[in-house]
């Protein structure tokens, strides 16, 4: 067995040694989020100390050790009251999958650990040893994964099976989603269009105008040369003296006015056939935008009385159930088509509902929402989990960080004042997780 008390046994007399109170701190800013390497930089700069990233991930595994024993003890004591159960998985990346356990209303994290794949052998060699632990869980509630319909009744044979509320929803929401996102597209593409229209008869209107203009001033041109011309008894098509410089001057201004006006009136030619393309092409950009529209309303209205189905009082659940199945069955929507489809495919959805029996649970908790919640607050630790995959550590630090969460006290909400364990009527003897962790030593 190796001994930690002293980095210079592992790593020659040049590394100081480390005490038991910087040791509790390493292993709290590792459970904090803090990746190896911040830790290292950090007491190379603020203590002057050398470490290593192992040495942190050989004291890590020693004290697991000891976290697993306390884990278990603490597991004896309040299993009899570990009754309703929630699981739910994290994603970090391809490889970083981590499964959380965690009794309802108390928030005591039963389990955290990273599985391989969503196969049912691999899931249940996590679930397996915590229905060993704890006999008396009688629901479970889990996300819509389908490898959980038949693994929670090959494990918890006596519980009851409860698919989550929310990510049903979420599920029925991305459908719904996409629908609504066709309907903003062909609502886009029909205000192009008539934005596009009424520039182009803004544009045609202002082109007009200027074309009046012009054919004013040509008009003009012409007859102020036809006075000149009279007045010098020059007829109109003899040939020019080079010497005539008014003549030349109104020739040249009567051509330039001749071929803006014939230059202008072939951008008036194309600003009216896009007119004519844009009027042809709204009616049938109208008619699209409507048809998505009735289809978005129709599956609001639908994923209306789907939730209220789900949170529906016991007593006239079965009624609207059969007027939600009746009413999916007359649609011939394709989101209507959907609903049906994943009603059927989620049976669990409905488990307590149908079962008849009453948990003491409100609709609000018909949800997976607790270990959601968990792991956000262990975002920071998650994120930089990827780093120690596949090594040796990877197992530890989760006995850690279960120790850590169910032993701190929250800071700030209406249970600020009571730990998880302490919620179960639990009292550890320790004021946190480190002084368990350590025995109570701080030096």
């Given at each position: ?5 002293s ?38 700069v ?13 004291l ?41 356990g ?20 691999d ?83 202002k ?32 040939r ?11 020739n ?14 072939r951008t ?28 978005r ?56 509902h149908q ?24 975002r920071?630790f998650l994120?930089?989990?990827?780093t ?56």
């Amino acid at each position: 067995m190796f001994s930690l008390r002293s980095p210079n046994r592992i790593y020659g007399r040049k590394f100081k040694k480390i005490s038991l109170k910087k040791q509790r701190i390493i292993i709290d800013l590792r459970i904090k989020g803090l990746s190896l390497n911040d830790i290292v930089d950090h007491f190379r700069v603020a203590y002057g100390i050398k470490i290593t990233a192992y040495y942190i991930k050989r004291l890590i595994k020693k004290y697991s050790i000891r976290a697993k024993s306390l884990n278990r003890y603490y597991d004896s004591l309040v299993s009899e009251k570990l009754d309703i159960v929630e699981f739910d998985e994290v994603y970090q990346g391809r490889q970083g999958k981590v499964l959380g356990g965690v009794h309802k209303g108390s928030l005591y994290l039963i389990t955290m650990d990273r599985f391989h794949t969503k196969g049912i052998e691999d899931l249940k060699q996590i679930l397996k040893p915590i229905a060993e632990r704890f006999p008396d869980i009688n629901i479970v509630f889990t996300d819509l994964l389908p490898t959980y319909k038949k693994l929670i009744e090959e494990v918890f044979p006596e519980a009851l099976h409860q698919n989550c509320y929310v990510h049903a929803i979420r599920e029925v929401k991305k459908r719904a989603f996409t629908i609504n996102l066709a309907a903003k597209k062909a609502y886009k593409a029909l205000r192009k269009l008539q934005i596009n229209l009424e520039k182009q008869c803004d544009k045609l209107r202002k082109k007009r105008r200027k074309l009046k203009r012009w054919e004013r001033q040509l008009m003009d041109q012409e007859s102020r040369r036809g006075t000149y011309l009279k007045l010098n008894n020059i007829k109109p098509g003899s040939r020019i003296n080079p010497s005539d410089k008014t003549r030349i001057q109104f020739n040249k201004k009567i051509n330039i006015l001749r071929a803006k006006i014939r230059s202008l009136n072939r951008t008036l030619s194309n600003i009216e056939d896009s007119i004519i393309k844009y009027t042809h092409d709204i009616p049938g950009a109208e008619a699209k935008y409507k048809k998505y529209l009735v289809k978005r309303l129709q599956a609001g209205r639908l994923l209306k009385k789907f939730k209220d189905v789900l949170y529906a009082p016991p007593n006239v659940f079965n009624k609207k159930y059969e007027r939600l199945l009746g009413l999916l069955k007359r649609k011939r929507s394709a989101f209507a088509k959907y609903m049906r489809k994943f009603m059927k495919n989620n049976p669990k959805l409905f488990t307590l509902h149908q079962s008849g029996s009453d948990p003491g649970l409100s609709a609000n908790y018909m949800n997976t929402n607790s270990i959601e919640s968990i792991f956000g607050r262990k975002r920071a630790f998650l994120d930089k989990y990827r780093t120690i995959l596949g090594s040796e550590f990877q197992e530890s630090i989760f006995e850690i960080l279960r120790l850590h969460h169910n032993l701190s006290r929250p800071y700030t909400g209406p249970r600020k004042d009571t730990s998880p364990l302490e919620r179960l009527g639990v009292q550890s003897k320790y004021n946190n997780y480190l002084d368990a962790l350590f025995g109570g030593l701080a030096s």
